[in-house]
């Protein structure tokens, strides 16, 4: 049985923000984050990946009580970045699978994804570290998700 | 002082993987990481942001050794899927401020990226969770972002 997994979670309570052709020069993520740590936000998930052609996209989960607030600071601090455009999901359901050595264990984030993808189940953002791996997806898939992953890892 | 923070760390020996294009449908994932894991290569992070238009990027890191193994396995499974691009960075630095409740302290995420972002240091790719925040720099940047990390939480 899988001893190295220890826990699986729900979480249905965040929003999804978006930030995309956001110019890939230092300076920009920290600007970023400032303005939302300004508004007090707890900010969980960021996921940015390799950007192209000078442009990058950003990503973060806020408590979906925070995201209005959440947008009105990105909407100002993205203002003099002429292309970066803002879009957000207000629903999203958040698995983590949790852990420790999740790395070394190289079957775990197979068993994982196998799991979602057996569920039907659609992954729109991967976030992982030794310790929890976390997908985000369609809200309505949230539950069928948690319980595939239980399944999977008879947490 | 920074209690929250309890650790900088640089990890040099990472290479990265991108994906580009792959068809943002439920199995993917799975089919990419059971290939990886099959070839029993370590994945550290994983980071996937919102894909557009049926499409998604999807990239993760590999030890450096495992580089070329984790290659020939992408490109086999990757194949069927006509539009994939497979890149990848053979040198890279990841920068870690490890830690406990760092999305509840709302500072710590501003910080590290304005400790990034002050060194002139242009991040990657990002990847964060309550316990560690993670970017992804260019290796020859990874010494002089490591400095500027320590400074900045006194670490
Ligand atoms: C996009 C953003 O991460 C930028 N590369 C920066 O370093 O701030
Ligand atoms: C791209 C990949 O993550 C896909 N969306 C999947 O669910 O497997």
Chains 1, 2 share one sequence.
Not at 58 to 82: G, H, I, K, N, Y
Not at 129 to 137: G, K, L, Q, Y
Request: charged fraction near 20%; include cysteine; hydrophobic fraction near 45%.
């Amino acid at each position: 049985e899988d001893i190295v997994v220890s826990e699986v979670q729900l979480d249905p309570d965040q929003a999804r923000v978006t930030i995309r052709n956001l110019p890939d020069v230092p300076g920009v993520a920290a600007h970023v984050f400032t303005a939302v740590a300004e508004g007090q936000i707890m900010v969980d998930m960021i996921v940015q990946d390799v950007g192209q052609g000078g442009l990058a996209n950003l990503s973060f989960t806020v408590p979906r009580s925070d995201l209005d607030q959440c947008l009105l600071l990105l909407r100002e601090v993205t203002e003099p970045w002429a292309g970066a455009e803002l879009s957000f999901e207000k629903q999203i359901a958040k698995l983590s699978v949790m852990g420790i050595g999740l790395r070394s264990h190289t079957g775990v984030g197979e068993k994982m994804f196998r799991a979602l993808a057996d569920a039907g189940v659609n992954v729109q953002l991967i976030n992982t570290s030794e310790i929890r791996m976390s997908a985000i997806v369609a809200p309505s898939d949230g539950q069928r998700a948690y319980d595939s992953l239980i399944r999977m890892f008879r947490a």
